[in-house]
């Protein structure tokens, strides 16, 4: 993993719980057609809009714009 990526799961862990690592995984090679170890900060403005939009089919809505804020912020 890259270090973003590290930082990027780090920060999710308290939203997504054991399955953060499969949720980012699937987040960056589904719709940014990028490996993790590869996320760049060019990606984090993407990545952040599809946490929130996919993310908030398992949890709260809310939570999901609130972690999605975050990493959008990320550098």
Known sequence: MSALSDKVI???KPYLG???ESFIARQCQSHLKVDPSALSAINLKALSEWVERSGSLVMD???ATELAKKIAVMT
């Open 10 to 12: 780090a920060v999710s």
């Open 18 to 20: 054991p399955a953060t």
């Open 61 to 63: 809505p809310a939570k």
